[in-house]
């Protein structure tokens, strides 16, 4: 289950040595933003060679490499792909056409390495006003697409507003990136809380992201992590009630019931699906028993 994803910078021995250790989902290996055009060939070999000889432990690991207009994508591509990264972070995706551009590299790559089409998953990151107006047509682009993200910093300074922590600069584009990737069925990740001192409000923006529909989010800050898995973590009081719905739906059934309440509420379709999605994120997390 994949709620928090933390940003290392390419060019950090140190950070990135850290990377099991500071309780993330995933952690994203920036060749991006965090590095210097100076430093763009170091900052590959330390990722390839992170990638090739560190045990991750289970942390998901991910590799945001250059945009696709600039010269520096396709060698981030050449050295990390060997090694196995499970997914490719694309900045400033902003139309299909991006997307499918790295996609034919993708596969190609993974033609040359003789591993399975679809291998390597790709994830846009939607950080201009043409990418948020693009949001489904580039979610549906492309079958190795797994999930949506949403970049702000770049965003506001597209639509020429200023970021702030409450983000109601955002709050559109928050809203489109979550209905867009659903209707592709992906899942989609909200935006960095950047105030790497504020331990309120990093709480309440990741609650506000899941309250949104957001499957998880990013930080730039391992101090951000504890705060948005528990965001993104099932309740105590929602595994009760999932477990209770369920009970009441299966219950129902077996006396031949075609409707069925609970305190007082009708169960319908999508709160048993919602139901089975919190039980199958606590299962995944550990905080119940797997189903046998």
Same mark, same amino acid.
């Given at each position: 289950m994949r709620r928090s994803m933390l940003f290392l910078p390419g060019n950090n021995p140190n950070m990135l040595i850290n990377a099991a250790c500071l309780g993330a989902d995933a952690v994203i290996f920036d060749l991006e933003d965090a590095v210097a055009? !100076?430093?763009?060939?170091? @900052?590959?070999?330390? &990722? =390839?060679?992170?990638?090739?000889?560190?045990? /991750?432990?289970?942390?998901?690991?991910?590799?945001?490499?250059?945009? &696709?207009? *600039?010269?520096y994508w396709q060698e981030d591509l050449r050295q990390v792909l060997p090694e196995r990264p499970n997914v490719i972070l694309l900045p400033k995706a902003s139309t299909p056409s991006d997307v499918l551009l790295v996609d034919a590299f993708l596969s190609d790559m993974e033609r040359e390495l003789g591993v399975e089409?679809?291998? /390597? %998953? %790709?994830?846009?990151?939607?950080?201009?006003? %043409?990418? &948020?107006?693009?949001?489904?047509?580039?979610?549906?682009?492309?079958? $190795?697409? #797994?999930?949506?993200?949403?970049?702000?910093?770049?965003? *506001?300074?597209?639509? #020429?507003?200023?970021? *702030?922590?409450?983000? $109601?600069?955002?709050?559109?584009? $928050?809203? =489109?990136?979550?209905?867009?990737?659903?209707?592709?069925?992906?899942?989609?990740?909200?935006?960095?809380?950047?105030?790497?001192?504020?331990?309120e409000g990093i709480v309440t923006d990741a609650n506000l992201a899941r309250a949104l529909g957001f499957t998880g989010k990013a930080s730039i800050s391992p101090r951000h992590v504890d705060a948005i898995n528990a965001a993104f973590s099932p309740t105590e009081r929602e595994? $009760?009630? @999932?477990?209770?719905?369920?009970?009441?739906?299966? =219950?129902?059934?077996?006396?031949?019931?075609? !409707?069925?309440s609970l305190h007082g509420k009708m169960i319908d379709a999508p709160i048993v699906a919602r139901a089975e999605r919190t039980l199958a994120a606590a299962e995944s997390l550990g905080l119940i028993g797997r189903k046998v």
């Open positions: 055009p !100076a430093e763009k060939d170091a @900052a590959r070999i330390l &990722v =390839r060679n992170a990638l090739r000889s560190m045990d /991750f432990e289970g942390t998901e690991t991910v590799v945001r490499i250059n945009s &696709v207009d *600039t010269p089409e679809g291998t /390597f %998953l %790709l994830m846009p990151l939607i950080e201009t006003a %043409l990418g &948020v107006e693009n949001a489904y047509l580039i979610a549906s682009s492309a079958p $190795r697409i #797994c999930a949506l993200f949403l970049g702000a910093e770049d965003l *506001t300074a597209d639509l #020429c507003c200023t970021r *702030t922590k409450e983000g $109601r600069e955002i709050e559109y584009a $928050r809203a =489109r990136l979550v209905v867009a990737a659903r209707a592709a069925g992906k899942d989609v990740y909200d935006t960095p809380f950047t105030d790497v001192s504020d331990d595994i $009760r009630y @999932a477990l209770e719905v369920l009970e009441a739906i299966n =219950r129902a059934k077996s006396e031949g019931k075609g !409707a069925v």
